[in-house]
């Protein structure tokens, strides 16, 4: 069945990096786009970033943009966010999520992993 699994979430000190990823199983990823959200403490979630089929790349949220980058490697089933230069309104739960087309709407996506957690804290 459809499987994403994010990983490599953790405790940062601000200013630092985390790469997350998004492992794939189940589909076949080259055809989809996957987009990463993520919910911080007591908000909604939000849409970050999201990477169509042939790898171009949106990112939704202004904060992030020329911090995060995100990366996809089909032969892996793998899409990542890298991140940068983290700050602490960055700590979120961070989730993937594929969809046919990149969409910065949570409820167009059909398939969800369990999220990541990440926090951003010294």
């Known amino acids: 069945q459809v499987q994403l699994v994010e990983s490599g979430g953790g405790l940062v000190q601000p200013g630092g990096s985390l790469r997350l990823s998004c492992t794939t199983s189940?589909?076949?990823?080259?055809?989809?786009?996957v987009g990463w959200f993520r919910q911080p403490p007591g908000k909604e979630r939000e849409g970050v970033s999201c990477?169509?089929?042939?790898?171009?790349?949106?990112d939704y949220e202004d904060s992030v943009k020329g911090r995060f980058a995100t990366l996809r490697d089909d032969r892996k089933n793998t899409v990542y966010l890298e991140m940068n230069r983290l700050k602490p309104e960055d700590t979120a739960l961070y989730y993937c999520?594929?969809?046919?087309?990149?969409?910065?709407?949570?409820?167009?996506?059909?398939?969800w992993g369990r999220g990541t957690q990440v926090t951003v804290s010294s």
């Open positions: 999520a594929t969809n046919d087309r990149c969409s910065e709407h949570s409820w167009e996506y059909d398939y």
């Open positions: 189940g589909f076949r990823l080259g055809v989809y786009a």
């Open positions: 990477i169509n089929s042939v790898g171009v790349t949106t």
